[in-house]
């Protein structure tokens, strides 16, 4: 079934590529409306093409670069203190023009009303994810709900607030609920009323917590009615119990939403699916195994030092959290550790394999996304399927409206974050009574609440690789952790053989030079005292590209429309400290 799905979808892309480039171009060259919608299948074609606005597996591969927890090989220009307006994009509106000719000519079918408005809900869904990133990034956009002409007015308006913009994103988001049709798809590859719901819950979530923090919209007063909207649309979905966290795998169900094929139905509400048989394939492999084609990303030590111990008590609460060996800090901690980086006894085609210093500069590698097999490490053909949604951020996402409102109960607790602990074999899962003083001190200064706090601290966990970090910092009004000092493990001293996976085999030496009797298969990481520090000096935690400018101002929060947009449409004012 879900092969015969993914080559409809392609063939109705296929079949669409004439499609409009803008929004003032026919989609077709050929085709009369009245043909090209005249029976459901007809639409269901057209429908197919919508999908195109999802994230594909190469887009979530890279989609937490830009973050406070990850560190590539550069850094991004937009903290670099350089980016401007000429450097800006996404105001393209071809996909919105797609979304809007569809939603002229859909009545034209020979189908039931009921039909017909299951359709109209789609178009809505698309048309809801196609705006809400538009807000995310511009905040307030020009709103479109009709083709235009070439010579339309319209094309040339100002843009429209963003609390309109977001109601009618609303609006379209509880059409489509209302009224999309099918049972669940237990191939996670279409849109079901239950990714709607899932979606609702991450739009709402979004758009309460930017109005609350970012207390300069002036819009704080409306933004417990998006917390209230995300409650209910993810109360629904828990309600419904369709889905549940998948534990399929034992101490490996967390790992195996990510290394499959077939999407793990049962947690993947909507992935980016993957086929061998059909060659649908991402690059995660070689993204994160070669130290040339990607951006040999890591995750920080400061982030890893969340994890919880698994009896659960917090790592951070020792005295010399910061002073022990790579083998044994990540020993005995969060199941979801040793699923996400390279550690203990992992291996890869049969042979143990330690954390490479080739791909990796603090230590910790991430796996999560790739496949065990060195297969595709040279080339992009991963066929494991990626969740875009997934129940675990539903859980999360109503723990965190449900404290934002201040209604967050032991109920909820237990609900939400105990089952994802559990899940990652922590034994002790109880609601917390005192806020991490580590989580407050390293991350989130302004906040003193215990449970958000363990909310925040479970969300990141649990999302981390998958995209969502980068919203959550600004939605947080917290961005300014991505100019946080970039860390790595901790090294004992200089020209000591460090055998990072206890397997008997030397993996890594830090060294201000490498010696003339280099031992085969060990890493000499260079310690240049510029670039690459110790904090102490010649021991200590590994500091990583200190030495290059990072900033994140406040008129960050929001990207700058295009400079070329601009100049084509005088109406267009540019976003405030661009």
Known sequence: MKKNILLTALVGILVLSSCSNDLDQLPFDKLSPEVAFSSEKDLELYSNSFYKILPSGKDIVRSDNMTDYV?????????????????????????????????????????????????????????????????????????????????????????????????????????????IQGNKDNSSSRITKQVALAFKSRVCLFEGTFRKYHTDLGLSDTADKWL???????????????????????????????????????????????????????????????????????????????????????????????????????????????QTIRMGDYKRDGQFAAPDFTYTYTGYQPKKLTLDSSATDGVAENNNSLPIIRYAEVLLNYAEAKAELGDFTTSDWDKTIKLLRQRAGIKNTGMPTVADPYLIQNFYPKLTDA????????????????????????????????????????????????????????????????????QKGVYYYIIDNNQYKLSNGDSGTLILMDNLTRVFQEHQYLYPIPYKSIVLNSQLTQNKGW
């Open 71 to 179: 560190i590539g090989r550069t850094i991004n220009n937009y903290l670099t203190g350089t980016y401007t307006a000429y450097d800006s994009g996404g105001w393209s509106w071809s996909d919105l023009r797609n979304i809007n000719y569809f939603l002229e000519h859909y009545q034209n079918a020979a189908i039931s009303q009921e039909r017909k408005d299951h359709y109209q809900g789609l178009a809505r869904f698309f048309r809801a994810w196609f705006y809400f990133e538009k807000v995310k990034r511009f905040g307030d956009v020009p709103w479109y709900e009709k083709t235009l002409a070439v010579d339309a007015p319209e094309l040339y308006k100002p843009r429209d607030p963003r609390q309109e913009v977001m109601d009618k994103v609303l609006q379209d988001l509880d059409y489509a609920i209302a009224n």
């Open 228 to 338: 209230e909207q995300a409650v209910i649309s993810s109360d629904e979905l828990i309600k419904a119990n369709l889905y549940r966290l998948n534990t399929s795998g034992g101490d490996q169900s967390y790992r195996n939403l990510f290394n499959k094929e077939q999407p793990e139905s049962s947690e993947v509400i909507l992935a980016a699916n993957a086929s061998a048989a059909y060659r649908l394939f991402h690059d995660a492999n070689w993204y994160y195994t070669s130290a040339t084609y990607g951006n040999r990303s890591n995750l920080t030590k400061s982030f890893v030092n969340t994890y919880l111990n698994i009896d659960g008590s917090r790592f951070t609460d020792q005295n010399n959290y910061g002073l022990i060996a790579f083998s044994e800090e990540v020993a005995n901690r969060d199941q979801r550790l040793e």
């Open 451 to 518: 449970n958000l706090l363990e909310i925040r601290r479970e969300r990141a966990i649990e999302l981390v690789l998958e995209g969502f970090r980068y919203d959550d910092l600004r939605r947080w009004k917290s961005a300014e952790l991505l100019t946080k000092t970039y860390d790595g493990m901790y090294v004992p001293g200089l020209n000591i053989l460090m055998d990072i996976n206890n397997d008997g085999q030397a993996d890594v030496c830090f060294v201000s030079k490498v010696p003339s009797d280099a």
